[in-house]
């Protein structure tokens, strides 16, 4: 199993991402999927997930400015940031939720630039 994180890059704060989580070998629509991120010097957290049902649930620190959503005809997992600030710069991972130690990626960087 594979899970590839896609879509980070440098942006302005204030500015939109999309990060998209695509896989082989793993249905998304059979589990519950998180997106997880980590900042340097700090450790891995758990900001967005979405539950088998599609049911979403998200971190103070984001609620209100990401969105997670699922395509399940395209096996994929999306992440849409919104007002982004300097503080969500970090390597964001997507993966099961719990998280399976197995299956992190190497994951994308977002960079948020003040």
């Known amino acids: 199993v594979q899970l590839q994180a896609s879509g980070g890059g440098l942006v302005q704060a204030g500015g939109s991402l999309t990060l998209s989580c695509t896989a082989s070998?793993?249905?998304?629509?059979?589990?519950?999927v998180g997106w997880y991120r980590q900042a340097p010097g700090t450790g891995r957290e758990l900001v967005a997930r979405i539950s088998i049902r599609g049911s979403p649930n998200y971190a103070d620190s984001v609620q209100g400015r990401f969105t997670i959503s699922r395509d399940t005809a395209k096996n994929t997992v999306y992440l849409q940031m919104n007002s982004l600030k300097p503080e969500d710069t970090a390597v964001y991972y997507c993966n099961g939720f719990p998280s399976n130690p197995r299956y992190w990626g190497q994951g994308t960087l977002v960079t948020v630039s003040s």
């Open positions: 070998g793993y249905i998304f629509s059979f589990d519950a």
